[in-house]
């Protein structure tokens, strides 16, 4: 996980103050600066430059002190020194003045060991107890405007010199260049924290390797089909395709799981199409065996929907497998309509429509869009997310939004469909709403191709 960053962060502190003035937290005078822009950082009248020492002379510092106050137990066993925080301030460009910053640093935090500057745009601190986050985000967002630049703070702890320390100040750097990129004043890493990612990165290494393989040899990929059932007859009325990857080392993994990293490995589209070559030819099999009476659901990413080919691309599968283009259904997500003007939607749903397959619009509630945009769209289906059938047994608002959220859809002729559906309570209140179609672990389970197989050939 990234590192991370304060929980509350202030705004920045714009200054708007008569020249010569300074501000009392970070003795920044702006002595010299054209009259009200305080662009520069200047000393003060009778104010001595604090030089900043050398990265050597600052561990040794350290070192020294810390072994100094470490405590002894009563059997004479030293206990360590108390944990501390290393603090590193990063300016987005090298400083002509840096002793004169050194001088406010040392005015406001009071740094037992010094001040030490990394390079001539770095400076690197151990933070005095009782400095809080807080204090530490507001003096970098007051320094930010008086330098005219933007300043990035990176923290991290450690308990004992030297090993640790060497490893704080290379986590410090780490967290002021992830605060610089993410836009925030500081981020503050630990050795622990970095460790999971470093876990974390090498486990989306052999993910995207898997995803790589599988890709290219046709297996490790495979689908699972979970039924969707009548809320009022209780019959099998249709099933979702849902992906699958094995992975060796981490053994099965479901989308969430993996289409992320898909995504950042620029995968995400060949996976895609590879859930609708396989799961048209499932439905064509299924079809030519006179099994299948209902539409199978796959789902499709906006980026794929609503590429320039991907009409043509649907027309060619249903052709070459021969397959009923009725029984093929795309989920589309709610999200996706919204970076797509009102004319290119209705335009690429009337195309795949054309072709005989129907739509759904799948996860709605989860996004903030707005249901009145639903009326105009030409689609069969509409499925609530299933955090919304999570909540609104234990909130009354959430009830509210699925209740009008399926009555909107009843009054429209779209068949409703309930996902996530784990309980008798939800079941019930779904039925009370007047949904369609429910699915869910409640009901059942994915099932592996062949298991789904034999589920509809039991139906005949």
């Not at 406001?108 to 204090?135: I, K, N, R, T, Y």
């Not at 507001?138 to 300043?151: D, F, S």
């Amino acid at each position: 996980m990234e590192g991370s960053n304060p929980p509350q962060l202030p705004a920045p502190i714009t200054f708007a103050g008569a020249k010569n003035e300074y501000d009392g937290l970070t003795r920044l005078v702006a002595t010299g600066a054209d009259s009200e822009s305080g662009d520069r950082v200047e000393e003060g009248a009778g104010a001595a430059p604090v030089q900043p020492i050398s990265l050597e002379e600052f561990k040794a510092a350290i070192a020294t002190g810390m072994s100094t106050e470490a405590d002894v137990d009563s059997q004479g066993q030293s206990t360590g020194a108390e944990a501390r925080t290393l603090l590193r301030l990063r300016f987005e460009a090298p400083l002509s003045n840096l002793s004169g910053v050194c001088r406010s640093i040392v005015e406001a935090h009071c740094p037992e060991f010094g001040v030490a500057a990394d390079g001539d745009d770095q400076v690197l601190m151990v933070l005095p107890e009782g400095v809080s986050w807080s204090s530490v985000v507001q003096t970098v967002c007051r320094v930010e405007p008086m330098l005219g630049q933007r300043v990035t703070a990176g923290l991290a702890e450690f308990a004992e010199a030297p090993e640790a320390l060497e490893r704080a100040i290379e986590l410090s750097e780490l967290g002021a260049t992830r605060a610089a990129a993410a836009g925030q004043p500081a981020c503050m890493l630990d050795l622990d924290t970095l460790i999971a990612e470093e876990e974390r990165m090498r486990q989306e290494a052999q993910v995207a390797a898997a995803l790589l393989a599988s890709l290219r040899s046709g297996t490790g990929l495979r689908l699972v089909y979970q039924p969707k059932y009548d809320l009022k007859t209780n019959e099998l009325v249709g099933a979702e395709a849902l992906l699958r990857l094995e992975c060796e080392e981490l053994g099965a993994l479901g989308p969430s799981e993996f289409l992320p990293i898909a995504e950042r490995a620029g995968l995400r589209s060949q996976v895609e199409r590879w859930v609708l070559d396989a799961g048209i030819a499932a439905i064509a099999d299924w079809q030519h065996e006179g099994v299948l009476p209902f539409p199978v659901s796959l789902n499709v990413e906006p980026t794929d929907f609503f590429s320039e080919n991907f009409v043509d691309e649907m027309k060619q599968w249903i052709e070459v497998f021969k397959a009923d283009p009725s029984l093929v259904r795309l989920e589309l997500p709610e999200r996706g309509l919204a970076s797509h003007s009102s004319e290119a939607v209705h335009d690429r749903l009337r195309a795949i429509r054309a072709l005989g397959v129907t739509v759904a619009l799948d996860d709605v509630g989860e996004s903030d869009a707005q249901l009145a945009g639903i009326r105009g769209l030409e689609i069969d289906a509409l499925k609530v997310h299933r955090s919304l059938v999570l909540e609104m047994a234990f909130c009354k608002s959430t009830s509210v939004v699925v209740r009008g959220i399926l009555s909107l859809a009843r009054a429209l002729d779209i068949q409703t469909v309930a996902a996530g559906v784990e309980t008798e309570s939800q079941l019930s209140q779904l039925r009370e709403f007047g949904c369609s179609v429910v699915q869910g672990y409640l009901l059942s389970r994915p099932l592996e191709e062949d298991a789904f197989g034999a589920l509809l050939r039991s139906q005949k």
